[in-house]
């Protein structure tokens, strides 16, 4: 192999019980032909750690790490004396913590950014939609009228950084919350105040010796979770549209057959946007273009993976390679002239696999550097700098081409973009773009409710199966999906991005597809985008008929094949907004005890969410579909659902008849 690896003895994997997804499982034959190990190998050889698995296991201070039983979590306590519920209530805040830093960190940098933008000293990236900062900036109480854009920008980034800095009062995106849920936060102390305090605040009481109430250690959780969603996460998907433009249903190619044999292959893999807009630049400069051309290339192929692929997909259709699982497995194809790594969720392992077949591989931020990997610094004042040395150095491994190319020849095109905003001009039109007709749908009961699918995949399950699995299952029920992230490229590998898969939903939602031409999958685009959900689900109460709460709609969430930490986060601050989440895979809580109890069911009882847990995607779809049925009960619209279906089985009497 190039660079002199060592070719390693793999031990061959069972594909079909490895992934769903027949192009990666042809990279993984390939790999362990050309003895590459994967995350996948890695994982089959080494067994989870039980203990960490089920949170029995403290290692906060140097008395321990203490070890408690999951068969008999109070027989014992740490040597401190902290119970199974503090233990593990400072382990699920600690996962919760993390994720959320990791969404409000990357948040700030667009924040940043964009102050850079408006205040003149950065000059590679500009406001490209001026109307969505006009609209968001008018809810939190900024003056839009007759003033110029930069004022309003630099009104609107003053307010903005309070979801961060603020130590006191309650962030900016309080106000988009529908009043009934606010005044549950209210009630309970969760309103977030500023992400960095609440943070700071909650690695402070999961110390040694400080919090050691799992209910107030899960109070803390909650304000934390929600600093990420309507915080860190929103002020990322808000500035990132403003900067780079708002989603609208385009068409994109997604799978590992977007790579050209021909053409140099540029992968850009992370979460940051601003890097990924900046290679677009490059590739798109003429010169870039003719050395492509003389190196013998017909051209250069852009391509994105993981979730600012997917932000890229939605924004600009340009192609996506692959989900998380797929990352490693993409080099082995032998195509991938260079990779651009940025933020979370880059394996270490990839520097492995890109040093066996040769590829590029470059980190760009100064948080994320791997050992062994060039790191070539992405400043944004000059971004240019970093993008064009990707580009060049693409050009240069096509050059050198030494190894043979295998791709796999998949391809599935469909259609992505759904935004907050192309939704409501999807179903209203321009002139009365509205979330009326959506409710009125669900009303009716043609629509049974709505679901949020998404998150991470796993190597500990079978890659993509249990999210197409779950979906299927759902839209067959009528349910409507959104998704984000890993989530909606298992989704889209699968087929289900076509209007034409309305033909795989329930006689309700196929009709609805139908008449307004959608999927009956919706991809909102990466993981901070979730906070699309959140705003779409306010605009459903806001727009009225199914309650005064979050907690009223009949909606679920899921990531059936999670494995984040940022997954944790997302799920919480989803259960804290008043919607049941079902996660799959593995939870890391004994059932049984009152920390469980008290995420599992407490938290609904106070006006919240809840949790829910099955590794199985038919049963989660009936846990998901109860709870959807239980709230149209509460809200007096079964009976509306019942009479439709009935309808509906009259008419395909009638017609067959
Ligand atoms: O933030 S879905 S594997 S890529 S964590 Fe990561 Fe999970 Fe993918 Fe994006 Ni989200």
């Not at 290692?59 to 503090?86: F, N």
């Amino acid at each position: 192999m190039e660079n002199d690896i060592k070719k390693k003895e793999i031990k061959p994997l069972d594909l079909q019980k490895t992934t769903i997804c027949e192009a990666t499982a042809q990279m993984l034959k390939k790999a362990e032909k050309d003895g590459v190990e994967t995350a996948f190998h890695r994982a089959a050889a080494m067994k989870a750690c039980p203990i960490g698995a089920d949170s029995a296991c403290c290692k906060h201070c140097s008395m321990g790490p203490c070890r408690l039983s999951s068969k008999d979590p109070y027989g014992k306590v740490g040597v401190c004396g902290a119970t199974i519920d503090t233990i593990q209530a400072r382990n699920f805040a600690r996962m919760v913590a993390s994720g959320a830093a990791a969404h409000t960190d990357h948040g700030m940098s667009m924040l940043e950014l964009f102050r850079e933008v408006v205040n003149g000293h950065i000059k590679d990236y500009s406001i490209k939609d001026p109307t969505k900062l006009k609209k968001v900036a008018s809810i939190l109480g900024i003056e839009v009228k007759d003033r110029e854009i930069k004022d309003i920008a630099m009104d609107f980034y003053r307010e903005l950084e309070r979801t961060y800095t603020q130590v006191e009062g309650e962030i900016p995106f309080a106000k988009r919350v529908p009043e009934k849920t606010l005044e549950t936060w209210r009630k309970h102390g969760v309103v977030p105040r500023g992400a960095m305090r609440e943070i700071m605040e909650l690695m402070h009481r999961t110390h040694i010796g400080v919090d050691q109430h799992y209910e107030n250690i899960t109070q803390q959780c909650t304000r934390t979770a929600l600093s990420d969603g309507w915080g860190g996460s929103m002020v990322a998907t808000e500035i990132s549209d403003i900067l780079f433009g708002t989603p609208t249903a385009i068409r994109g190619d997604v799978n590992m057959g977007c790579l050209k044999e021909k053409e140099v292959n540029i992968v850009i893999h992370g979460h940051e946007p601003n890097l990924f807009e900046s290679v677009l630049a490059s590739v798109g400069d003429p010169d870039f273009l003719q050395s492509a051309k003389d190196a013998g290339a017909e051209g250069i192929n852009l391509v994105g993976m993981c979730c600012s692929g997917s932000e890229m997909l939605s924004r600009h259709g340009i192609p996506h390679v692959g989900n998380f699982m797929s990352t490693e497995t993409i080099m082995v194809t032998g195509a991938v002239d260079a990779m651009g790594v940025d933020v979370q969720c880059i394996k270490q392992g990839l520097a492995q696999v890109a040093n066996c077949y040769g590829t590029r591989l470059f980190t760009t931020n100064p948080r994320c550097r791997i050992e062994g990997v060039e790191h070539i610094a992405f400043i944004e004042h000059e971004p240019r700098k970093c993008t064009d040395a990707i580009v060049k150095n693409a050009i240069e491994r096509f050059k050198n081409r030494k190894l043979p190319i295998e791709i796999p020849k998949i391809i599935n095109s469909g259609i992505h973009g759904f935004s907050m905003e192309y939704v409501n001009y999807m179903l209203g039109g321009t002139f009365r773009g509205s979330y009326k007709p959506l409710n009125e749908n669900i009303i009716n009961g043609r629509i049974r409710g709505v679901a949020g699918v998404v998150g991470c995949t796993n190597p500990r399950v079978k890659q993509d199966w249990v999210h197409v699995e779950l979906v299927k299952e759902l839209i067959r029920n009528d349910v409507l999906v959104l998704q984000t992230g890993c989530s909606q490229i298992a989704l889209a590998k699968a087929g289900l991005y076509t209007p034409e898969a309305a033909s795989l939903a329930g006689p309700g939602l196929s009709e609805v597809c139908e008449t307004v031409g959608m999927p009956p999958v919706l991809g909102l685009g990466s993981c901070v985008d979730n906070s699309r959900i959140l705003t779409a689900a306010s605009e459903m109460v806001h727009t009225g008929g199914l309650g005064e709460s979050l907690a009223d709609l009949p909606i679920a969430g899921a990531a059936p094949e999670w494995m984040s930490e940022k997954a944790i986060s997302i799920g919480h601050y989803f259960v804290a907004s008043g919607v049941y989440t079902v996660f799959g895979v593995t939870f890391p809580i004994i059932e049984g005890t009152k920390f469980h109890q008290l995420l599992f069911d407490g938290l609904e009882n106070m006006g919240f969410g809840k949790w829910g847990f099955t590794p199985n995607p038919y049963e989660m779809a009936r846990m998901m579909i109860a709870h959807i049925d239980k709230k149209r009960k509460s809200l007096g619209i079964d009976k509306a659902r019942e009479r439709t279906l009935m309808d509906m089985t009259d008419r395909q009497k009638l017609e067959a008849a």
